[in-house]
C-alpha cells in the first residue's frame, strides 16, 4: 500500500501530456498512479475539465473517488468493471519491478487502451516493456516525492511532443 507520489512537476507534466494525447472528450485510464489522476482532477492542468479519467488502484482508500475509482489488483488484470474499457490513452505505472508484474499489467493495458500508452517503470524494465507494449523510452525524466533507488523513466508508445523535448530540438 505505500504508493511512491510523484513531484508535482511531475505529475502535472505527465497530466498535461494525457491531455494533450486524449483529446477534446477523451477517456484517460490512470493505472495505479493516483498523483497524476489528482493533477487531472484539480482542475490545475489546461484542458483537463475538457477529458474524463478515472484511476484504477488497488488501495481502496482512493474509492473517495466513487465512480471514477476502479478496484485494480494486477494479479487479475482482467478483471474489471465493464465501463473500464476504449481509453484514449492509458497511464500505468506498474507496482513492482519484475517481468511477472509487467507482464500482467501489459494484459491491463492492452484491454483497456484505443491505442496510446505512456508507461513509467524502472528502466531496468526496458526490454520487456518495447516486447510487451512497444513502447520507446522519452527523454523526460519522472521525478519523485521520495527519492527511488532504481533508474526511472517513461515510455510511450506514440510520438510525444512534451516529453521529447530533446529529441525533438535534435531533428530540428
Not at 508535482?8 to 497524476?36: F, Q
Not at 489522476?37 to 488501495?59: C, M, P, T
Request: glycine share 4%; charged share 25%; hydrophobic share 40%.
Amino acid at each position: 500500500m505505500s504508493q511512491f507520489w510523484y513531484s508535482d512537476d511531475t505529475a502535472a507534466r505527465l497530466a498535461e501530456e494525457l491531455v494533450r494525447e486524449a483529446g477534446e472528450g477523451g477517456r484517460i485510464a490512470c493505472v495505479s498512479a493516483p498523483s497524476v489522476y489528482q493533477k487531472l482532477k484539480q482542475g490545475s492542468v489546461l484542458g483537463s475539465d475538457r477529458v474524463s479519467a478515472v484511476v484504477l488502484e488497488f488501495d481502496r482508500r482512493f474509492a473517495v473517488y466513487g465512480d471514477d475509482f476502479v478496484f485494480y489488483d494486477y494479479n487479475e488484470p482482467l478483471a474489471l468493471a465493464a465501463a473500464a474499457r476504449s481509453f484514449d490513452v492509458v497511464l500505468v505505472d506498474p507496482p513492482y519491478l519484475s517481468e511477472e508484474c509487467l507482464s500482467k499489467v501489459s494484459q491491463t493495458v492492452k484491454h483497456l487502451s484505443k491505442g496510446k500508452v505512456l508507461l513509467c517503470t524502472g528502466v531496468v524494465m526496458e526490454k520487456l516493456a518495447k516486447d510487451l507494449l512497444d513502447v520507446r523510452m522519452c527523454d523526460f525524466l519522472p521525478k519523485h516525492n521520495r527519492n527511488l533507488s532504481n533508474d526511472f523513466r517513461c515510455f510511450v508508445n506514440y510520438p510525444s511532443r512534451l516529453l521529447d523535448a530533446a529529441r525533438r530540438s535534435k531533428t530540428s
